[in-house]
């Protein structure tokens, strides 16, 4: 599978139907994260950055574009949730990477990009909000979504919300219900 990872403003153009003009202005006004080549200063755009810049203004995104943002990080060292969250994610069409701490999860951030990242609330406790403090304050993780599966009996969770989460689901959570939850926020 050959896979995309950049494009060029012509590309993106091409997938919105404007002018590629049109896309070096939303560029220039910081509507559109790109970068430069050194020498003649093209842009180039990461796909995960358009599929996100498309999400935000509700325009439709390619099929083929679609999988390429269509990567979950789970974060848990619980084994159950572990087995049932990968085979239900996989089911959904997801590509799964789990972590199972801070440390690798944060590699895993920074180096496969994922749409969604699948935090199991008691696994992580009290440095969930710190982590989602860190995922909200970096313009490269704007558009990542953030699921919480904490216990119904959790205190926190609209302060899980109010930190930032996307969503919540209750643990244990069923495996039709994660996928329902998951395909809900990467698809809106």
Same mark, same amino acid.
């Given at each position: 599978? +050959?896979?995309?990872?950049?494009?060029?403003?012509?590309?993106? !153009?091409?997938?919105?139907?404007?002018?590629?003009?049109? =896309?070096?202005?939303?560029?220039?006004?910081?509507? #559109?994260? /790109?970068?430069?080549?050194?020498?003649?200063? *093209?842009?180039?755009?990461?796909?995960?950055?358009? =599929?996100? %810049?498309?999400?935000? +203004?509700?325009?439709?995104?390619?099929?083929?574009?679609?999988?390429?943002?269509?990567?979950?990080?789970?974060?848990?060292? +619980?084994?159950?949730?572990? /087995? /049932?969250?990968?085979?239900?994610?996989?089911?959904?069409?997801?590509?799964?990477?789990?972590?199972?701490?801070?440390?690798?999860?944060?590699?895993?951030?920074?180096?496969?990009?994922?749409?969604?990242? =699948?935090?199991?609330?008691? %696994?992580?406790?009290?440095?969930? %909000?710190?982590?989602?403090?860190?995922?909200?304050?970096?313009?490269?993780? !704007? +558009? =990542?979504?953030?699921?919480?599966?904490?216990?119904?009996?959790?205190?926190?969770?609209?302060?899980? #919300?109010?930190?930032? !989460?996307? !969503?919540? /689901? *209750?643990?244990?959570?069923?495996?039709?219900?994660?996928?329902?939850?998951?395909?809900?926020?990467?698809?809106?």
């Amino acid at each position: 599978m +050959n896979e995309l990872h950049v494009l060029t403003t012509g590309e993106a !153009a091409k997938y919105c139907g404007v002018n590629f003009r049109t =896309v070096i202005r939303w560029i220039e006004r910081g509507q #559109l994260k /790109a970068y430069k080549l050194p020498g003649r200063g *093209d842009h180039r755009i990461c796909v995960e950055d358009f =599929v996100g %810049f498309l999400r935000d +203004n509700a325009m439709p995104i390619p099929s083929e574009l679609a999988a390429a943002s269509r990567k979950v990080l789970l974060l848990t060292d +619980n084994p159950e949730l572990t /087995a /049932a969250g990968r085979q239900a994610l996989q089911e959904a069409g997801c590509d799964v990477e789990v972590a199972g701490d801070s440390f690798v999860a944060g590699a895993l951030m920074a180096g496969s990009k994922p749409a969604l990242m =699948v935090i199991d609330a008691c %696994f992580v406790g009290a440095k969930g %909000f710190q982590i989602l403090d860190h995922l909200r304050s970096r313009s490269e993780y !704007a +558009n =990542v979504r953030v699921l919480v599966i904490a216990s119904a009996e959790d205190r926190d969770q609209q302060r899980w #919300l109010d930190a930032g !989460a996307d !969503a919540l /689901a *209750d643990y244990p959570v069923a495996r039709s219900e994660l996928a329902a939850k998951v395909k809900l926020l990467l698809d809106v």
